[in-house]
Structures are given as structure tokens and as C-alpha cells.
């Protein structure tokens, strides 16, 4: 707990020194770990597209399933105002998508996103997702369209409020997925 503490104070010590200097952005490899302790918080910056990741499997026979979304709306209980895991990890999930949206728009050029610890675990959470992982009761994916899926692919769109459509903002190559 106190090693804890410690971090945080720390972080905040290193945000005000980088905000003295006025630099609008933090940034650094090592500074990824720490964005872990908190949201992102671009939606203080002005209303922007949403991030979502949305997944899709091949079978045996070489079919592609339909696009599904990852980010099923939870069922609300009175209990959770108390104890919601789940929520709390599905939330963090999307966080992570919204992380990646932000370093897929600040790469510099010839960088390659797959560097990226943010497209690493987006990777895990896709192949998760298409692997049948869960929120507790709930489905990454409400009603997957596959059976045994030998390879998927995701995706990362950006939906703007008020318009219609979205738009794709980085696709995945193809990734084998082991028996």
C-alpha cells in the first residue's frame, strides 16, 4: 500500500514538472505504465469520437464471420452501486481502446503501432473476445456468429456523435489462433 502511494505521488510530481515546462502531453515508453492508475482523459478536451473494437473470427472452412462489437452495454443492478467488477473491468477495457485511438492518432511516421503496449493488449483483448472471454456472466461478444475459430481480426473504428457511419481508424492483419 504505501509502495503505492508512493507511485502515485510520484506521478503527479513528474505531471506538475512536465506542465511547469508546458508541454501539453507527458510522454515517454515507461510513462505507459502508469497511465494504467487512471482514465483517459481527452474527453475533458472537447466532444470527439468514441473508440470501438470490434472483432471477427474465420473457421476451419476459410468463412468470416460478420463485425461484432466488443463493448456490450452491462445490465445495471442496485448492487453494483456497492460491488461491480465486472463493470469496472469492461470500462477499463474500452479505456484501453480509447488509449489506442490516442496512439494510433500521435504515432510518428514510419513507427510501427504493433510497438505499441496499447495495440499488444488490444491484441489480447480481441483474441479474448473471440475466444469466448467474459464479464462475469456477460459475453465479450453478445451473439458471436462462430463456432471454432482458427484465426481473427480486429478492428478499431471511431463513431462520431450525430453522424451517421463511422469510421475505421486501424484494422488488424490476420492472426492465427492456437489450438
Given at each position: 500500500m504505501e509502495f503505492t502511494a508512493l507511485l502515485i505521488v510520484a506521478y503527479f510530481a513528474l505531471l506538475a514538472v512536465a506542465l511547469r515546462k508546458r508541454?501539453?502531453?507527458?510522454?515517454?515508453?515507461?510513462?505507459?505504465?502508469?497511465?494504467?492508475?487512471?482514465p483517459n482523459w481527452q474527453f475533458f478536451h472537447?466532444?470527439?469520437?468514441?473508440?470501438?473494437?470490434?472483432?471477427?473470427?474465420?473457421?476451419?472452412t476459410g468463412q468470416w464471420s460478420d463485425w461484432q462489437l466488443v463493448y456490450p452495454r452491462l445490465p445495471r443492478q442496485a448492487a453494483h452501486l456497492v460491488h461491480n467488477p465486472a463493470v469496472n473491468l469492461a470500462l477499463s477495457q474500452q479505456n484501453?481502446?480509447?488509449?489506442?485511438?490516442?496512439?494510433?492518432?500521435?504515432?510518428?511516421?514510419?513507427?510501427?503501432?504493433?510497438?505499441?503496449?496499447?495495440y499488444q493488449l488490444v491484441t489480447r483483448l480481441a483474441r479474448d473476445a473471440v475466444q469466448g472471454g467474459r464479464w462475469g456472466d456477460t459475453p465479450l461478444v453478445p451473439q458471436p456468429d462462430w463456432s471454432v475459430p482458427e484465426a481473427f481480426q480486429f478492428e478499431v473504428r471511431l463513431l462520431r456523435l450525430g453522424q451517421s457511419g463511422d469510421e475505421q481508424l486501424l484494422q488488424s492483419p490476420v492472426m492465427p489462433l492456437s489450438p
Open positions: 508541454q501539453r502531453k507527458v510522454n515517454g515508453p515507461w510513462l505507459f505504465l502508469l497511465r494504467a492508475f487512471f472537447g466532444l470527439g469520437p468514441a473508440a470501438r473494437l470490434r472483432v471477427r473470427a474465420r473457421s476451419g484501453l481502446v480509447e488509449h489506442l485511438a490516442t496512439d494510433v492518432h500521435d504515432l510518428a511516421e514510419q513507427a510501427d503501432i504493433r510497438d505499441c503496449v496499447s
